[in-house]
């Protein structure tokens, strides 16, 4: 009898070690196996070992930016989907809504995001970016500026420095062949 007891002892002990899993976790594991991509996307896992940080490749192949292959890391904290996720464009890419640290400006990502939202959201929403530049909210205002008031030079810029050309004493990082 007294073995029983030691066995149902250890048994709770080795559960209370177990790690747990966090709902965050929980939450992007549906994520993930709900994610539906467009054939220009695709993503990538940098740390196998953990979903809640990944790598989103977009390639528009329509747009402005379509030839293009932009690249971002999103990362998840405990706290998700209550919290945002923090997306980071990893190229130096001349667009209104980036700026020149890769910090991205989405709607979604701030204050419209919404627990009800998922990573498909935030993917969708980062393509759309590259569709449609809005020059309203702007994260590089010099960007937003020239789409709002000359769209064929913005266009150019755009072309120029998708191949990793300078403007206005700014590089930017070759994105496109």
């Known amino acids: 009898m007294i073995n029983l007891w030691s066995q149902r002892r250890e ?7 177990r790690p747990k899993t966090s709902p965050a976790l929980i ?12 054939p220009t996307m695709e993503v990538q896992f940098p740390d196998p070992a953990s979903i809640m940080q990944l790598e989103l490749i977009v ?3 329509e747009g402005i930016y379509e ?4 690249r971002f890391r999103i990362a998840m904290n ?11 464009c990893l190229q130096r890419v001349y667009h209104p809504n980036l700026d ?10 701030r204050e419209e995001w919404n ?14 970016l590259f569709l449609d530049p809005n020059a309203d909210d702007p994260l590089n205002k010099e960007a937003a500026e020239e789409l709002r008031r000359n769209r064929q ?10 191949k990793g050309a300078s403007l206005n004493g700014v590089h930017y990082d070759q994105v496109a062949a």
Not at 100 to 109: A, S, T
Not at 121 to 128: K, M, Y
Request: hydrophobic share 35%.
């Open 78 to 88: 405990d706290n998700y989907p209550h919290d945002p996720p923090k997306v980071k």
């Open 67 to 70: 030839g293009g292959t932009f």
């Open 27 to 38: 939450r992007m594991q549906k994520d993930i196996s709900e994610l539906d991509l467009p």
């Open 115 to 128: 627990p009800i939202l998922n990573l498909n959201s935030v993917t969708v929403g980062l393509l759309f």
């Open 11 to 17: 048994a709770e002990e080795a559960r209370k070690q």
């Open 100 to 109: 020149l640290d890769g910090n991205v400006c989405l709607n979604i990502l």
């Open 153 to 162: 030079n913005f266009h150019a810029h755009v072309k120029r420095t998708m």
């Open 59 to 61: 390639r528009p192949d």
